[in-house]
């Protein structure tokens, strides 16, 4: 096999993750300037005014950021930066606030999300119906999985 032949498999294979690569590393990079300048700690401390449930205020927390930026892997990586302080202060079951976070992290997928639009066009659907269908889906998905995490926590307590 020649050089230009390995050139162009390696090309080809770093292409198709690139992306993925970049969303990871940006939100990463984001989460960590949360907690590098102590935003994290003064955005998990002004939100323990709210007197909410440390799971529902993680939900929450990457709900927000969810339908404000479009990326899954952005809210989810920059709601475990902000409330990890409380995790521990709260004494909240780790394993319990990942879920609640990734169920957050799934709501009001809309069209700032390139999953709106990827399964919009795949099935060739109008704006109204990619609504009705997509968003809806994962509205609920994020919902019932909130749901589900708050019932655990019930009975593990």
Do not use: C, Q
């Not at 292409?15 to 990463?28: F, N, P, R, T, Y």
């Not at 927390?61 to 409330?83: E, P, Y």
């Amino acid at each position: 096999m020649s050089m230009s032949t390995i050139s162009t498999h390696f090309t080809d294979a770093v292409k198709d993750i690139a992306l993925i690569l970049l969303i990871i590393a940006g939100s990463g990079a984001f989460k960590e300037v949360l907690v590098a300048s102590g935003v994290d700690k003064e955005i998990a401390n002004s939100l323990r005014s709210f007197n909410m449930p440390p799971l529902v205020l993680g939900w929450l927390i990457a709900a927000i950021i969810r339908n404000s930026l479009g990326s899954a892997t952005v809210a989810g990586l920059t709601a475990a930066g902000i409330v990890s302080g409380l995790v521990v202060s709260e004494h909240v079951d780790p394993n319990l606030m990942v879920l609640s976070i990734g169920a957050g992290s799934l709501a009001f997928s809309h069209v700032n999300d390139s999953g709106f639009w990827l399964f919009k066009e795949y099935f060739n659907l109008s704006m109204k119906d990619t609504f009705r269908s997509w968003s809806v889906m994962e509205s609920l998905v994020s919902i019932i999985g909130l749901a589900g995490v708050l019932i655990i926590n019930v009975f593990i307590k």
